[in-house]
């Protein structure tokens, strides 16, 4: 970068920032340009299954009197949500006509929730059409995964390390199980959608700690994934328990904003046209005139114009290689060394805030956790550098979606921000408690423990860095996570360099679009 360029954007959250950054020691790592989507959805989905990779045809797999279940990622990806139809629905309405024709009709379809809260009616209908919800939610065979079910999870035994393997009862018992996945990152799918997505606090325990994330230098990254490694060797004993599972994975292209009034959002600073900036004033200035509720609700109503970009169906690790390779194809941008301190802005919506609010432990994971993990190889910032995100980071919970949250926030961070003293002092007592439980059931709350796995989730960045500045954030609500706020850019690059030294490099990572980092 140099003086000619100008202020960039940078999310902040329900609303937007335009920052100037210090010209000569500052580059800008843009996500790649949307990829062409496959022109015919439709017609790849039916492909998939009656071509699929290393399994036989799903029609070949389906017969009459069979026991079928079909789960589907929930509503935490893809971010933001997808115009309808919704992959989901494409593919589980081609898998329920070929049901049909074999004469299946023993058929049960779960949102694989794992810990997350319930769906709603309204939300299980957008991502699966009205045909799917009339015809099987009413007779009860249409439902959200229960993880705390006492008759409903089984334990299916134990991986080389002493992991348990716990998934749900119907699932289990099943002649197949149908996985439908999104991959938006290469962290999603393969063993991790039913080892995880169908699996309760006994299993997931055993790779949602510190010391797996620790280990885990990126999520993104398999190979340096212990994260992955152990859902794989949980996948083992799924193999080994005689679990018959047909995967079908699908990736989409990263055009969040289309060629609409959000458009703007995706472009490179430089290329914006007259258009674009009143486009952006305007809609800068119309967030910013409204309170947080009304942003909040613009902008969750946004619907992504997402294309199919690949489609793949049959063995889950066969399947996942392929998809793996198809999201790196979308996201991937070569970076030529570390930096000293990485800059982000946080947008209003990540994996646990859809339809609700981005709380400070989630400002923490998307940051931290999500963000800083989005790279290949090795981290965008060195070791003991400084990460700066923008956030208003409020102390405003959801009450109905994150009770846990709340006390979490409350009184856990409250004693120490120490990722291992929260896991040993405070874990069981949430992931046990009987109000939480019950919530987590029969309302749309996250799982008492969920906060924790949020924390957890960016503790190899917490070993990493030196600091974690958020800029526009609440100054009490920052502090209790640990972080140091700033008023402004400005003034958190002055508070980095006093720990860098002078002139200290910067790299601002555009997301979203989402990105990731090979970094070399």
Same mark, same amino acid.
């Not at 990779?53 to 990806?77: E, N, R, W, Y």
């Not at 486009?279 to 009304?294: A, I």
């Not at 970076?335 to 994996?351: R, S």
């Not at 190889?377 to 979606?401: A, D, Q």
């Given at each position: ?221 398999? #190979? ?46 430089? #290329? ?53 390779? #198809? ?135 917490? #070993? ?57």
């Amino acid at each position: 970068m140099d003086r000619s360029t100008p202020p960039v954007l940078l999310h902040s959250g329900e609303q937007f920032r335009l920052e100037r950054l210090p010209a000569g020691r500052s580059r800008i790592i843009y996500p790649p340009e949307p990829l062409p989507g496959l022109e015919h959805p439709d017609e790849a989905i039916r492909d998939a299954l009656l071509n699929p990779v290393d399994s036989d045809p799903l029609p070949a797999q389906l017969f009459a009197g069979m026991k079928l279940t079909i789960a589907f990622d929930d509503i935490s990806l893809p971010l933001p949500k997808m115009r309808r139809p919704d992959i989901r629905q494409r593919v589980i309405e081609a898998v329920l006509d070929l049901a049909a024709d074999a004469g299946v009709d023993d058929i049960h379809i779960i949102a694989a929730l794992a810990l997350h809260r319930r769906m709603t009616e309204s939300e299980l209908r957008y991502c699966l059409g009205d045909r799917i919800y009339d015809a099987f939610a009413p007779r009860g065979q249409l439902y959200n995964h229960d993880a705390e079910d006492p008759d409903g999870m089984v334990m299916l035994g134990e991986t080389r390390h002493g992991e348990e393997v716990q998934m749900s009862k119907r699932a289990a018992e099943s002649d197949l199980i149908i996985y439908v996945n999104i991959n938006l990152v290469s962290m999603d799918g393969g063993w991790k959608s039913t080892a995880t997505g169908l699996s309760g606090y006994q299993g997931i325990r055993h790779h949602h700690n510190v010391k797996t994330m620790r280990n885990t230098k990126s999520f993104m990254d398999q #190979e340096n994934s212990e994260l992955h490694r152990s859902n794989w060797r949980q996948g083992d004993v799924l193999k080994s328990a005689g679990i018959n599972i047909f995967q079908i994975e699908t990736t989409v292209n990263n055009d969040l904003f289309g060629d609409g009034p959000l458009s703007v959002l995706a472009k490179r600073e430089w #290329e914006w046209s007259a258009k674009d900036r009143a486009t952006f004033l305007g809609v800068k200035t119309g967030l910013d005139r409204l309170p947080p509720s009304g942003r909040r609700r613009i902008l969750h109503s946004w619907e992504a114009p997402y294309a199919l970009t690949s489609v793949h169906a049959g063995e889950v690790e066969a399947v996942h290689k392929l998809t793996t390779a #198809e999201v790196y194809k979308q996201q991937l941008v070569s970076v030529e060394g570390q930096t000293d301190i990485v800059l982000y802005g946080l947008p209003y919506v990540g994996p646990y805030n859809v339809n609700s609010i981005m709380n400070p432990i989630l400002v923490m994971c998307l940051g931290l956790g999500y963000f800083f993990n989005m790279y290949k190889g090795k981290p965008v910032v060195r070791e003991g550098g400084v990460l700066i995100m923008t956030h208003p980071t409020t102390n405003e919970f959801h009450p109905v979606h994150h009770p846990s949250y709340i006390d979490f926030f409350e009184q856990v961070l409250a004693e120490t921000t120490d990722p291992i003293q929260i896991e040993q002092r405070f874990e069981t007592s949430f992931a046990t408690d009987e109000w939480y439980r019950h919530l987590y059931r029969t309302s749309h709350a996250y799982h008492g423990v969920h906060p924790f796995y949020m924390w957890y989730w960016g503790s190899h960045a917490l #070993e990493h860095l030196s600091q974690v500045i958020i800029v526009g954030g609440d100054p009490a609500t920052v502090r209790r996570l640990g972080f140091r706020p700033a008023s402004t850019l400005a003034d958190a690059l002055e508070m980095a360099s006093d720990v860098l030294g002078p002139d200290p490099t910067i790299t601002y990572v555009k997301n979203p679009p989402l990105g990731m980092a090979d970094v070399t």
